[in-house]
C-alpha cells in the first residue's frame, strides 16, 4: 500500500511517502479502514523528532482517522465493510482500575494510535472495533478527521477537568493550534468570556472564531495585560501547551481559586512558579491528556451536529506529507492539516 513513513528521526526531510509498504492484516477484534482523510497534529512532530517512547519503526503518523471499513477482524461482529467511521485515538487495556472506572485515558498501558503504533498516513490502517464510531453521511470524511484529537483534547480540559461554567471567563494561549481553535469554540458555546493568544498573523482569525480579546504574543505581556483588562482579578481558567515559556505568565493570569489546564509542553517542560502565589490563591493546577469514551460520543456527536466545526488549515494529498510536516513544523497552519491518501 502507499504510506508516508519514516525509517530515521529528524526533520521533515526523512518523512517519505512509498507504495511497497505491507498493507496491515487485521486481528481479533479489529478491523481494517480504508482511510479516506487523516489529520496532523503536533503529537506527529514529537514523534518525528524522536519523543524518548517505543514506537514502531518504520513509522507511519497520524493520530486522527476517519474513512471505510474494509475488512473486519475475528470476533467482530458490529461493523461490516462499507461503514463510514471515525476513530478515537486513545489505545487502552480495558481491565485496569481506571478503565473499569471509564477513564480510559488515565489506563496504566495507555497509548495513543499513530504515535506508540503505526498511524493513517496510509490508504490503509488497522483499529480496535471498539474504537470506531459512525460518521453521518452528510459529514466528510476531512471534517471527520480533524476533529477527534483535537476536540477531545479541548473537551476534558475544559469541561472535566476545569469545570469551566457559563459565566466565567478563560486564557487560551497558542490560539491558532488545532486543540486551542477546538478550545476557543468549546468555551465561546459554553457562555464563558475567551481571551486568546497568537501570533500577529492570526489575531483576526481567532477572533473570528469567537474569542472576546486576542493578544499578539510578540506585542505583549498577556499575562499582565489580562490582569489589568479584568480589573486585577484574572480569569478562571487558564488553558495552555505552551509550557515553560508561558508558565510564570499563566499563574500571574489567574483569579483567586483559578485553574491552569496544562495539555502540552512545547517549549519545554520546567516550568517555574511562585508556590506562594498557589497556596494564597488557592489555585490548581491540572493536567489532562485526550479523553475517555463517553467524552468522544459527545464531542463527535457534537460535531456531527454542527456545534463544533472543526478549523481545517489545508486539505492535502498525501504525496505531500513532508511538506505538511513542514509547515506545520513552521507554525504556517491554523487549525489542522488534513492528508487524504
Known sequence: MRAAIFEEHGGPDVVQVRDDVPTPEPGPGEVRLRVGASGMNH???WVRRGLPIETVM?????????GTVDEVGEGVTEWSPGARVVVNPSLWCGQCEWCLAGQEPLCVDYRILGEHTQGGFAEHVVVPAQNLYSIPDHVGFEAAAAAPLVYLTAWRGLITRARLKQGESVLVTGASGGVATAA???AKRLGARVYAVTSADWVERVYDLGADVVYDRTDSDYGKEVWQA????????VFDSVGEATFRQNVR????????VVYGATTGPKGEVDIRLVFWKQLEILGTTMSNQVEFREVM???????????????????????AHARLEAGEAFGTIVLVP
Open 43 to 45: 503529537l506527529d512532530l
Open 58 to 66: 518504520p513509522h507511519i503518523g497520524g493520530s486522527d482517522i476517519a
Open 184 to 186: 476557543v469554540q468549546i
Open 253 to 260: 493570569a489567574l483569579a483567586r481559586a483559578g485553574r491552569l
Open 301 to 323: 456527536d457534537r460535531v456531527f451536529r454542527g456545534e463544533l466545526e472543526p478549523v481545517v488549515d489545508v486539505v492535502w494529498p498525501l504525496d505531500r506529507a513532508a511538506e
Open 230 to 237: 479584568t480589573g486585577k482579578r484574572g480569569v478562571d481558567v
